[in-house]
């Protein structure tokens, strides 16, 4: 018998399967399950059709059978078959569903990515096998036909016998060598396991004949072995059930399950859409953060699902960044289970999904703020940055979507409180949403900058996160209102008076002097406006925040370069210590200076930054203290 030559392509993609360093070769057994389905969802659509066909639920089924001495695994269908020409055209080339949109894919050059990402369909059986044989009839016909295959040199047809409707897929599973093992897909167990793994929720039964164990009549402890034939599969996945079926601890049972996470979810969603894009869907938001996911490592995703069949176990395509957190999954049965994931990218189903998706868990998130307070907060304390990072990222797209959710600790409160819930509090006479930075809320409690806004009753809202202040750059304002660093030169407060002015002008060489003094680490040196107990205390102008400019500056690549924040040392001419200044300027000039630099160094502790010089700080102390 002639052999026929594969397609070019498909050659050498059936190259690639057999010799493929592939880890996950055991997906194989789903792309030929998910084949087998396909095949009596066609059989199983035309029997509904044509009422001349007699037909039985029953006799929809896939069949896996092991023959271990033998080395064979065979995949069984009770699917519409294959004519002679179909086999031809089917197994001869690659299917044309675009799996393979292949040659435009760079990363699939040595194929890892494509047979991990999808699977390949049919040729990934050569993955585990020397010699595959297809056996296959359809209905309209008598006659049955064997393809077989060794590899890429190609392929036969013959006729042969078969009784019933549908296909057989016989593999020679290859011997194990020290590297590979493939006896396991000659494991009952195993394959069991795989089943339940990879296609649990195909619609069809999926059966294999079980080697039992039982206790033997009428004896103790003597034992025999019987068979037993079990489906392996569970047919109807827990998101196409009943939501009213369902308790909540099948939810969680089934995200322990699926290792979406070892904790109990502290929210769980169940969604069913029929529309012109159907889908149902799963969602949880897990009450732990996992150990990686503030790092490069973590992988974002849910699984996703063409008709009960898995196509992706993480589809980042699902979820925004920012709700990274989200696991679950996807099924629907407007998506092709052979999609490329470039394709994918692109798909308008899977978009208007994921768009879906996204409003589904705000949606979820704001009830859970709205009835569940603490719960949110418990959420909000694993993932709130998240949430800002979001709001940072893409210059505030998703302003829209995330800046209801997020929450900063309020002076007043004393709790993490809403953007809506501050600006619903505001006073009447209150321009700005005010807010102040630093290391924590102890430290930021006590700030100078803090006091004369409190003092006005104000509420300030205290960002203890670097991210904190970039994204309310981005935000700009919330229900118009402006934000405000309690730190900035301008607070534009009513009682913001002339005699302020009054006193800079009085004092003018005074504080140019320490300015100077100061040799260019603060722009000016001024009277404060702010403070209340404090000598001194830092404010900045301009559009950087000292706090903006630390965290920048800590970044690897120094993002920063050498921007500054601009500087502005403020003293409180009410304090005791603007006399000693005072003195200081009329009697002993070298005094000054070192009383300049140690409040300067003193405004820079209190903000929790670095000081450039420690020892000469100290020893400037020391100095002080003795005059
Ligand atoms: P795909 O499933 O992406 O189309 P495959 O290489 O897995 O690619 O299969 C190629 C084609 O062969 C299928 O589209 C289908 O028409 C046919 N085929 C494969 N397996 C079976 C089967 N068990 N029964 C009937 N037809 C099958």
């Not at 189903?349 to 868990?361: D, G, N, V």
């Not at 995330?402 to 709790?415: A, G, H, N, P, V």
């Not at 409190?454 to 904190?468: N, P, Q, S």
Request: glycine share 4%.
């Amino acid at each position: 018998m002639a052999k026929k030559q594969f397609k070019s392509e498909s050659k050498r993609l059936l190259d690639l399967m057999i010799n493929s360093i592939y880890t996950h070769k055991e997906i194989f057994l789903r792309e030929l399950i998910s084949n087998a389905s396909d095949a009596i969802d066609k059989s199983y659509y035309k029997s509904l059709k044509d009422s001349s066909i007699d037909f039985n639920k029953d006799d929809f089924y896939i069949r896996i059978s092991v023959d271990k001495d033998e080395r064979v695994l065979k995949v069984s269908d009770t699917g519409i078959g294959m004519t002679k020409e179909e086999l031809d055209a089917n197994l001869g080339t690659i299917a044309k569903s675009g799996s393979l949109d292949f040659k435009s894919n760079n990363e699939a050059k040595d194929g890892i990515d494509i047979i991990g990402q999808f699977g390949v369909g049919f040729y990934s059986a050569f993955m585990v096998a020397e010699k595959v044989i297809v056996i296959t009839k359809t209905a309209d016909s008598d006659e049955a036909y064997k393809w077989e295959s060794s590899g890429a040199d190609g392929y036969t047809i013959s006729s042969c016998q078969k009784d019933t409707v549908g296909t057989d897929v016989i593999m020679e599973i290859k011997k194990s060598t020290d590297s590979e093992n493939y006896d396991e897909f000659l494991d009952p167990y195993n394959l069991k396991s795989l089943v339940k793994k990879y296609s649990n929720f195909i619609k069809y039964p999926i059966k294999m004949m079980m080697t039992k164990s039982r206790k033997k009549e009428g004896t103790e402890d003597e034992y025999e072995d019987y068979q037993e034939d079990e489906i392996l599969n569970s047919m109807v996945p827990i998101w196409r059930k009943n939501k009213s079926e369902l308790k909540p601890e099948d939810y969680e049972n089934f995200y322990k399950e699926k290792h979406f996470g070892y904790d109990k979810p502290l929210k769980y969603a169940h969604v069913s859409v029929e529309g012109i894009t159907s889908y149902n869907a799963i969602l949880y938001i897990p009450s732990r953060t996992p150990f990686d996911f503030y790092t490069k490592e973590f992988e974002k995703g849910l699984e996703l699902y063409s008709n009960g069949v898995l196509i992706m176990e993480k589809c980042p395509d699902l979820l925004p960044d920012y709700f990274g957190f989200v696991q679950g999954l996807v099924d629907s049965a407007d998506l092709s289970l052979n999609i490329s994931r470039e394709i994918l990218q692109h798909n308008r189903q899977l978009q208007f999904i994921a768009k879906k998706i996204k409003e589904k868990i705000k949606s979820e998130l704001l009830s859970m703020l709205k009835d569940e307070r603490e719960k949110y907060e418990e959420f909000y304390n694993n993932f709130g940055r998240t949430l800002k990072f979001g709001l940072y990222s893409e210059w505030g797209a998703n302003k829209e979507t995330l800046q209801d959710l997020i929450m900063f600790y309020s002076s007043t409160e004393r709790k993490l409180v809403t953007l809506d819930e501050y600006v619903s509090r505001m006073k009447e006479d209150q321009k700005y949403i005010y807010y102040a930075t630093g290391e924590n809320v102890n430290n930021i409690a006590k700030l100078p900058q803090t006091e004369l806004i409190a003092d006005k009753g104000y509420e300030i809202l205290y960002f203890t996160d670097e991210i904190d202040e970039f994204a309310i750059k981005v935000l700009m304002n919330f229900k118009e209102k402006e934000f405000k660093n309690v730190s900035s030169a301008d607070l534009d407060l009513k009682s913001e008076g002339e005699n302020d002015n009054k006193e800079n002008e009085e004092n003018k060489d005074l504080f140019s002097f320490m300015q100077e003094a100061l040799n260019g680490k603060v722009k000016e040196v001024r009277a404060s406006k702010r403070l209340k107990t404090h000598p001194v205390c830092l404010a900045t102008e301009g559009e950087l925040s000292i706090e903006m400019e630390k965290v920048l500056k800590a970044m690897p690549d120094n993002m920063a370069g050498n921007v500054h924040a601009e500087k502005i040392l403020e003293i409180n001419t009410e304090h005791p210590m603007f006399e000693k200044i005072k003195n200081a300027y009329a009697d002993d000039k070298d005094k000054l200076k070192k009383l300049s630099s140690v409040l300067y160094n003193q405004a820079l502790l209190i903000e929790g930054l670095q000081i450039e010089d420690p020892v000469q700080y100290a020893n400037d102390v020391y100095e002080l203290i003795e005059k």
